[in-house]
């Protein structure tokens, strides 16, 4: 195998992928639920998705929204009280059919959540039908020789979710020392107080 050709073919179909997604006014209208949100963003998804949607509450923290993830297995065992009335979830899931977080969202309901936004692949699913807002992958063929390793669905989850951040970072005009205020620490920090003097 000749492994440079092999890491530039994958590198190559995630990037395929995610310039395939189709955005749609449904990506404007969870940038707007997301920035009219009275209450507090949450974020969810299990395995791997589990941990695009923990970076992505982290990066909502630091532009300027308060955010948390809630993991969906651990929302059986008392975490679901972190759910309170007018929350907005973001929910990926690329089957749509996760069983854990399918459960907690339907849950979460009955507790108050007022926007689930899902973000999913699979036209089927379940995570469709509860969601009030809806973000499509498209339908995306993995890379991996077995056809089964996440690496472009998650490729495409990340990126995503990196456009809601950025763009709902522009529109709540959050400046360099906004960001600074939340983000003071290390390199980047360091940069926000530089370009602040």
């Known amino acids: 195998m000749d492994i440079q050709k092999r890491i530039a073919e994958i590198l190559a179909r995630e990037a395929a992928a995610i310039s395939a997604v189709k955005v749609t006014p449904a990506f404007e209208e969870a940038v707007l639920a997301l920035r009219d949100c009275k209450s507090k963003v949450l974020t969810t998804g299990m395995g791997k998705a589990g941990h695009i949607a923990r970076k992505f509450a982290a990066t909502l923290c630091s532009t300027g929204t308060p955010a948390a993830f809630i993991h969906p297995g651990e929302a059986a065992h008392g975490d679901l009280g972190l ?108 940069k926000a107080r530089i370009d602040n003097v």
């Open 83 to 190: 759910v309170a009335p007018d929350d907005c979830i973001v929910a990926f899931s690329t089957s749509g059919k996760t069983n854990e977080v399918i459960e907690m969202l339907e849950l979460g309901r009955r507790l108050g959540l007022k926007t689930i936004i899902g973000i999913t692949s699979h036209p089927d699913s379940r995570l469709r039908e509860l969601s009030d807002i809806i973000l499509d992958m498209g339908i995306i063929e993995e890379p991996c020789p077995l056809g089964l390793t996440p690496s472009a669905t998650i490729a495409v989850m990340l990126a995503i979710s990196d456009g809601l951040a950025l763009a709902l970072m522009e529109l709540k005009k959050i400046t360099r020392h906004d960001y600074g205020l939340r983000h003071h620490g290390g390199y980047l920090g360091r």
